[in-house]
T-cell receptor
Framework: DSGVTQTPKHLITATGQRVTLRCSPR?????VYWYQQSLDQGLQFLIQ???????AKGNILERFSAQQFPDLHSELNLSSLELGDSALYFC?????????????FGQGTRLTVV | EDKVVQSPLSLVVHEGDTVTLNCSYE??????LLWYKQEKKAPTFLFML????IEKKSGRLSSILDKKELSSILNITATQTGDSAIYLC??????????????FGKGTKLTVNP
């Protein structure tokens, strides 16, 4: 158990809908990262937050947004869902920013858009 | 475009064999290279490499970075069926505006048969 908690574990929703994925980082970790993993794209970095502020942005679509709250948990919002958004979404946390710090991954949320 | 390429994509060996997985990268402002093992769900951290030529070891696993060749290898000796997994390489680098970014390769799927 990495100490990073993601909910829900599975999510099935229809195209056009909006969902929210939640991540609780390890105790003491200030950085939260979101990744999308699909079969053909591999693991794609979406966005990073550090102590409540956006720190780095990757290949995140405009339909997606995220935030980190004062208690350091984070939410990833996916809207106007398309079939291609079906993927495994991981959250990871680390003590500091990316500077080579070891990131611990949650078990992921499997999103299926039908 | 910054990229990380892993080879081979897939590898099948017998227990006891030694394997070498490769990771090459093309990024500017390199910071570090990380190896992860992904079994059923969440990737788990193996090594972080920042200095060229220094070998990191953990049991039967070892890794070394060649900054001149922009590559890294992950060696697994005396493989066991429990080593079957996808091995991910990720490179951390400074992005525009001074923010850090982490890019993953697509992984090498290792299957160890008894």
């Amino acid at each position: 158990d990495s100490g990073v908690t993601q909910t829900p574990k599975h999510l099935i929703t229809a195209t056009g809908q909006r969902v929210t994925l939640r991540c609780s980082p390890r105790s003491g970790d200030l950085s939260v990262y979101w990744y999308q993993q699909s079969l053909d794209q591999g693991l794609q970095f979406l966005i990073q937050y550090y102590n409540g502020e956006e720190r780095a942005k990757g290949n995140i679509l405009e339909r997606f947004s995220a935030q980190q709250f004062p208690d350091l948990h984070s939410e990833l919002n996916l809207s106007s869902l398309e079939l291609g958004d079906s993927a495994l979404y991981f959250c990871a946390s680390s003590v500091a920013g990316l500077r080579g710090a070891e990131a611990f991954f949650g078990q992921g949320t499997r999103l299926t858009v039908v | 475009e910054d990229k990380v390429v892993q080879s081979p994509l897939s590898l099948v060996v017998h227990e006891g064999d030694t394997v070498t997985l490769n990771c090459s990268y093309e990024v500017t402002n390199f910071r570090s290279l990380l190896w992860y093992k992904q079994e059923k769900k969440a990737p788990t951290f193996l090594f972080m490499l920042t200095s060229s030529g220094i070998e990191k070891k953990s049991g039967r696993l070892s890794s070394i970075l060649d900054k001149k060749e922009l590559s890294s290898i992950l060696n697994i000796t005396a493989t066991q069926t429990g080593d079957s997994a996808i091995y991910l390489c990720a490179v951390e680098f400074l992005f525009e505006g001074g923010s850090e970014k982490l890019v993953f390769g697509k992984g090498t799927k290792l299957t160890v048969n008894p």
